[in-house]
């Protein structure tokens, strides 16, 4: 066990802590969940490519430093601990991208991933539909072949940000004589083509975070199915395993929180037994959640892949991100529910704490987590 | 930067895992403290497998290893719920004593406790050690203990008379490594909980089926399971801390036994709820590790006081550093 870092890491992480310090804008972007915070973070995409920051972990062809993965936790580490803006093209980036360098064709990454790397084409999920949530495969919009493509019809909802986004990546049924996982194709489509329909739908803080999309005929031509036709769902699953696993909640997120939550409390005003061991609870636990991730990390450069484990990760990160910033509320008290503009507000932490709240449900509920847990870890058998 | 341990260090607690199947019978286990404690085959195996000279340096006949390599020893202890002051003597005390004859073959054995507080296993001690802050002192064996009868027959506990002792050096990091040893002990005895509790639903049938395919089981399992799984790494970190000298050796071993005690909490209880009302009796063996868990818990602060200590560092001095 050696918890240093070798001197080529050090370098890594001064490097972009110089970068990130020279360029952060010093005032937060408006919410990316408006049109006009949306353009913000896309430029602030574009800023962070030009300066060969964006995917720090992808090849140099397709814009990236090929960073080990510990290299990748010490640039998140210090993306969050100065503040930097929310990734407006993470959908993409985290959950996407991997799945594209493992199921895409050369002609694929070579044509997308260099246009998602530099902000020019933001991706947004149309996985759910009305009937079909923690329960994916009951999904029922259809894919039915043409010459050439694929024509796509159906409602698709909760796609985060489509309002804004350029592409969806979605599954649809392509084959309804199938059994219910086999009969499910991925597709890329642009939210622009003909017959798609973006209807906003605003979340709890008021902003259109969400929209349904709905496909009226929309063609896709066959160079955009991701994988073969009819592997949907084991593709889909490989998307899954990045959003419960290593890459869409990295410790440096809750390092830089859990940080301003002890400065919050040892700030604050409020001092009150119970909230300290909140904080210190909180504290420890993101600490844990760094040292676990070590730990995966470890496993998978020695070659073993994480598996149904990657759903305690989930588990844990998004109840963390809760304890977090429910704590934070309670330290401002009534302050807590001030937005982010209003005179006396401290911070981001009713934002953060509406944000948390959606860890739980995203990326497969944790009830369902908790399922794959019991039965693909643990071996209990299976329910009814 | 690499977070796992070498063969060596996971070949040694995998012997110490060997003896302790082997050795610790469920006879042996069941004929109490005495014969099974330091005077039994458990304590002769583990001597004889080096254990008791782990922390002991080579000039003294010991191996001289640290509290990293010995960690996963003590996880071993935990999910064994091994009987005697084997924790206690070897990786407690020894490093204290460790120019004393005796220590690195098991020949002696030693317990301490905060002045005041319950020596586990005193009966069987030829050293003790008590803490009065930071200060340390020894103390002869053979003064008179009070027995204090407790839930746990395996870990019998007694009280001394306020003696005045010769004063040793390293009282503070004794206090370190006694709060690292009830950490990791408590993880393996959680771990122990969690796979006993997982057997029994995959085995125990009602209406029809297998309980453990009830949800409202399995949930309360993966919650347990997650809570082990987030306790873990605290505990190999402090071990590191503590082996390599850093200066937030403290507040990591206070972190450690917070997740680890509030895991085992949650173990002892999850265990016994799953496994209904023979869980609820000593007729089940499970009785040794959820008594073990309910003494290591409040033993060498609880999770209260440890979230009080990293609260005072992390919040009041500003120790938010992750890896000084």
């Known amino acids: 066990m050696d918890l240093t870092l070798t001197p080529q890491e050090e370098s890594f992480r001064a490097a972009a802590r110089e970068w990130l310090e020279a360029h952060v804008p010093a005032k937060p972007l408006a919410s990316l969940d408006t049109q006009e915070g949306f353009e913000a973070h896309r430029v602030w995409e574009h800023e962070l490519h030009a300066g060969g920051w964006a995917v720090v972990s992808w090849p140099e062809e397709y814009g990236g430093k090929s960073a080990s993965l510990v290299e990748w936790l010490i640039f998140e580490e210090e993306y969050y601990r100065v503040g930097a803006p929310r990734r407006v093209g993470q959908n993409g980036i985290f959950l996407l991208a991997p799945t594209i360098f493992e199921f895409g064709s050369e002609e694929q990454q070579k044509r997308i991933l260099p246009r998602m790397a530099n902000g020019d084409e933001i991706w947004s999920q149309a996985w759910s539909e009305p009937g079909a949530g923690s329960d994916l495969a009951a999904i029922r919009s259809t894919a039915s072949k043409v010459d050439g493509g694929w024509v796509l019809n159906g409602q698709k909802t909760w796609s985060t940000r489509a309002v804004f986004a350029d592409w969806a990546f979605g599954l649809f049924r392509s084959d309804p004589e199938a059994p219910r996982h086999a009969g499910l194709t991925y597709y890329l489509f642009p939210l622009s083509a003909k017959g798609v329909t973006v209807r906003p739908i605003r979340q709890l803080d008021g902003e259109a975070g969400f929209a349904e999309v709905f496909c009226d005929d929309v063609f896709v031509p066959d160079q955009d199915v991701l994988g073969v036709p009819g592997s949907g769902w084991k593709v889909a699953m490989s998307t899954t395993g990045s959003e419960r696993g290593l890459t869409l909640r990295s410790p440096g997120r809750f390092m830089a929180s859990t940080d301003r939550l002890a400065a919050l409390c040892r700030e604050g005003d409020r001092v009150d037994p119970t909230l300290r061991a909140d904080v210190a609870q909180a504290w420890i636990d993101a600490e844990a959640y760094r040292l676990y991730t070590f730990g995966t990390v470890g496993r998978m450069l020695a070659g073993e892949s994480v598996g149904a484990e990657s759903s305690l990760n989930k588990l844990f990160w998004s109840e963390l991100d809760i304890d977090i910033t429910q704590t934070a509320l309670r330290l401002l008290g009534p302050r807590g529910v001030l937005g982010a503009d209003a005179p006396d507000a401290e911070g981001q932490w009713l934002a953060d704490f509406l944000f948390a709240l959606a860890g739980p449900i995203y990326a497969g509920t944790n009830e369902i987590q908790r399922n794959v847990v019991a039965e693909r870890v643990l071996k209990l058998p299976k329910g009814a | ?324």
């Open chain 2, 1 to 324: 930067m690499r977070f796992g341990f070498t063969a060596d260090q996971r070949e040694l607690a995998v012997a110490v895992r060997e003896i302790l199947t082997s050795e610790l019978t469920p006879e042996v286990r069941a004929s109490g403290a005495e014969a099974s404690g330091r005077r039994g085959p458990v304590w002769k195996a583990l001597s004889e497998a080096g254990v008791f000279g782990l922390l002991v340096p080579e000039e003294h006949g010991g191996l001289g290893l640290n509290e990293l390599d010995s960690v996963l020893v003590l996880e071993e202890l935990g999910l064994a719920a091994a009987p005697g002051p084997v924790a206690e003597t070897a990786f407690v005390c020894a490093p204290l004593l460790s120019d004393r004859p005796g220590f690195a073959d098991g020949a002696v054995a030693a317990v301490a406790a905060e002045a005041g507080g319950y020596l586990p296993d005193a009966d069987v001690a030829d050293v003790l050690i008590v803490l009065e802050g930071e200060q340390a002192r020894v103390i002869a064996a053979g003064g008179e203990l009070t027995g204090q009868p407790t839930v746990d027959p395996s870990r019998p506990l007694f009280t001394l008379p306020a003696a005045s002792g010769e004063p040793l050096d390293g009282g503070a990091a004794l206090r370190d490594r006694a709060v690292l040893a009830s950490a990791a002990q408590l993880v393996g005895a959680s771990q122990h909980l969690l796979d006993a509790a997982v057997e029994y639903a995959k085995t125990r049938k009602q209406f029809g089926r297998e309980i453990g395919s009830f949800q409202a089981l399995k949930h309360q399992l993966a919650d347990l399971m997650l809570d082990v799984e987030f306790a873990r790494p605290l505990v190999y970190r402090a071990a590191y801390s503590l082996a390599e000298g850093k200066s937030t050796a403290s507040r990591d071993v206070s972190a450690a036994k917070v997740n680890a005690a509030q895991a085992a909490e949650h173990a002892a209880r999850t265990a016994i709820q799953v496994h209904g009302a023979i869980g609820y009796t000593d007729e089940l063996d499970l009785q040794y590790w959820l008594k073990r868990v309910w003494w290591l818990v409040p033993s060498w602060g609880d999770a209260i006081a440890h979230r009080a200590r990293v609260a005072a560092a992390v919040i009041d001095a500003g120790a938010t550093m992750r890896t000084p």
